[in-house]
C-alpha cells in the first residue's frame, strides 16, 4: 500500500524513481480504507533526505499511510529553504487539538549539549507529553530517543570518548516480540552519534524492556512494555550514503573523524560503501506500522485510549 504525500513534495520524485509505491492526494481520496495517520517530527537540519529516507520505509508497508511532516517552531533551521518549510511543514500548534495513529521523532545534531540547552527543548516536552495521550504510538530515532528517554523515566545520557559511528551487529533479545517479528538471530545497523545510554539506567525502569543491543554500540531497541514507546538509538533509516557524506563533511571541514566502521569494504574510504541493513530497516518500520499503529490503533483516531495495553513484551 502506499504512502500518501503531496506531489509537489521533493520525496515524491525521489520515491518514484526508486518504485516506492507513493500515492497524491486526490486518488487517496477515492480509497474506502482509512489510511493511518503518521506525523514525522523531523528535527534533523537535512530536512529533505532525513523526509525522504523515513517516507521510503513508510511507502515499503503493506498499509496507506496519510503523512503530516512537523517541525518546531521556536527553532529556525537554516539548511532548509523557508518555502518548502511553509508548504510542506506544519507546527505543533496547528495539530496539537488533533490525534495521530503514530508519531516519528528523528535525531538532531545537538547530543553533546544538555537537553535543556537546546532552543526547543520545552516545546519538544510538550509534544511528547501531547504525543503520551493523542498519539496511538511513537517511535524515536537517536537523539530523539536519548530526549524521550530522559523526558519520560529521567534517563541519562553518556559522552563517548569517539564517536560511534559506522554498520554494527546487533542481537535480538525478545525474538518473541512484534516489533522483531522475521528478524535474524543478528543484524546490521548504522549508527553515527556521541553519546549513549546504558542498559544499567534502562533497567532500573520496570516499564521498559531492551529488544536489541550490541557487544559494540551498546543498546540499540527499547521498548515500554504496553507498547506505546520505541526508542532506536541508531538510523536504520539512513541512505546508502550517508555515512559517507557525514564523514566527507567532517574530514573536508577538518574535524577529528574515524572511518566509519564496517561500512566500506576493509574499511577503504576510496571503495564503495557496502549496504547490509536495508531488510532490517524494512522490517523493523513495517513492523512498528502493522503491530503496534495498524492493528490496534481505533478507526477513528479520537477514540484513541489514554495509557491502552497492546504489546507482548
Not at 175 to 182: A, F, I, K, N
Not at 241 to 248: N, Q, S
Not at 249 to 265: E, K, Q, W
Request: glycine residues 6%.
Amino acid at each position: 500500500m502506499p504512502v500518501k504525500i503531496p506531489s509537489s513534495l521533493p520525496a515524491r520524485a525521489t520515491l518514484e524513481s526508486e518504485n516506492v509505491f507513493v500515492m497524491g492526494e486526490e486518488r487517496a481520496a477515492q480509497q474506502d480504507i482509512r489510511p493511518m495517520r503518521v506525523a514525522i517530527l523531523n528535527l534533523m537540519p537535512t530536512k529533505i533526505a532525513t523526509e525522504t529516507q523515513i517516507l521510503r520505509l513508510l511507502g515499503n508497508s503493506a498499509l496507506q499511510v496519510d503523512v503530516t511532516l512537523l517541525r518546531t517552531a521556536t527553532h529556525d533551521p537554516k539548511n532548509t529553504g523557508a518555502d518548502h518549510l511553509l508548504n510542506h511543514y506544519t507546527t505543533f500548534d496547528e495539530v496539537r487539538g488533533e490525534k495521530f495513529d503514530g508519531l516519528i521523532i528523528t535525531g538532531a545534531p545537538v547530543e553533546q549539549m544538555d537537553f535543556g540547552d537546546v532552543d526547543y527543548w520545552p516545546e519538544l516536552m510538550r509534544i511528547m507529553d501531547w504525543a503520551a495521550t493523542d498519539v496511538f504510538s511513537t517511535f524515536n530515532i537517536c537523539w530523539g530517543a536519548q530526549a524521550a528517554l530522559y523526558h519520560r523515566f529521567g534517563i541519562p545520557k553518556y559522552p563517548l570518548p569517539r564517536k560511534m559511528f559506522g554498520v554494527f551487529e546487533h542481537r535480538t533479545l525478545a525474538p518473541t516480540e512484534r516489533l522483531l517479528r522475521g528478524f535474524d538471530d543478528t543484524f546490521l545497523a548504522p549508527h553515527s552519534r556521541h553519546t549513549e545510554i546504558r542498559r544499567a539506567d534502562i533497567e532500573k525502569v520496570s516499564e521498559l524492556a531492551i529488544l536489541a543491543e550490541s557487544d559494540d554500540a551498546g543498546v540499540y531497541i527499547v521498548g515500554t512494555r504496553d507498547g506505546r514507546h520505541v526508542f532506536v538509538t541508531g538510523h536504520s533509516e539512513y541512505d546508502p550514503l550517508t555515512l559517507k557524506t557525514e564523514y566527507d563533511r567532517d574530514v573536508a571541514r577538518g574535524l577529528p573523524i574515524d572511518v566509519p566502521r564496517n561500512y566500506y569494504p576493509q574499511d577503504d574510504p576510496s571503495k564503495p560503501p557496502q549496504v547490509r541493513w536495508r531488510g532490517h530497516a524494512s522490517l523493523l518500520y513495517a513492523n512498528w506500522l502493522n503491530y503496534y499503529v495498524y492493528q490496534v490503533t481505533p478507526f477513528d483516531p479520537r477514540d484513541i485510549p489514554k495509557g491502552a495495553i497492546h504489546s507482548d513484551f
